[in-house]
Nanobody
Framework: QVQLVESGGGLVQAGGSLRLSCAAS????????MGWFRQAPGKEREVVAA????????YYADSVKGRFTISRDNAKNTVYLQMNTLKPEDTAVYSC??????????????????WGQGTQVTVSS
C-alpha cells in the first residue's frame, strides 16, 4: 500500500508557474502508474496528466497540453507536475493518485485506487 502527500500548491498570478510534488511512502512507486487530478469548486474531478511506470508514456488533458509537464523520479519515490502559463481556470485542488499498472496508462479517476489529500492551487487574474 502506498501513501501519497502533495506539496507545492499556493497562490500565483496568471501567467506564473508552480511545481507540484507528490511524495510516496510505504511502497516504491516503480510499479505504479501515477496521475494528477484536479477539482474546482462545484465541478467534477478531472484528469490533468498521467505517467506510466517508467515515465515513457504520458497523457495530458487538452486544457493543459503545452503548459503542464508530468515527470517522475522513481529513485526519489516522487512525481512532479510542472505548471507554466497558469490561468485562473486552473484554480483547483490538485491531487495525485497511484495504481499498479504494467502495460496500460490509466487516465480516468476511477481507475486509480490510492490518493493523496490534495494541495490548493489558486491563480489570480
Amino acid at each position: 500500500q502506498v501513501q501519497l502527500v502533495e506539496s507545492g500548491g499556493g497562490l500565483v498570478q496568471a501567467g506564473g508557474s508552480l511545481r507540484l510534488s507528490c511524495a510516496a511512502s510505504g511502497s516504491t512507486i516503480g510499479n505504479y502508474a501515477m496521475g494528477w487530478f484536479r477539482q474546482a469548486p462545484g465541478k467534477e474531478r478531472e484528469v490533468v496528466a498521467a505517467i506510466s511506470r517508467s515515465g515513457g508514456k504520458t497523457y495530458y488533458a487538452d486544457s493543459v497540453k503545452g503548459r503542464f509537464t508530468i515527470s517522475r523520479d522513481n529513485a526519489k519515490n516522487t512525481v512532479y507536475l510542472q505548471m507554466n502559463t497558469l490561468k485562473p481556470e486552473d484554480t483547483a485542488v490538485y491531487s495525485c493518485a497511484a495504481v499498479i499498472a504494467f502495460l496500460q496508462l490509466p487516465y480516468r479517476d476511477y481507475e486509480y485506487n490510492y490518493w493523496g489529500q490534495g494541495t490548493q492551487v489558486t491563480v489570480s487574474s
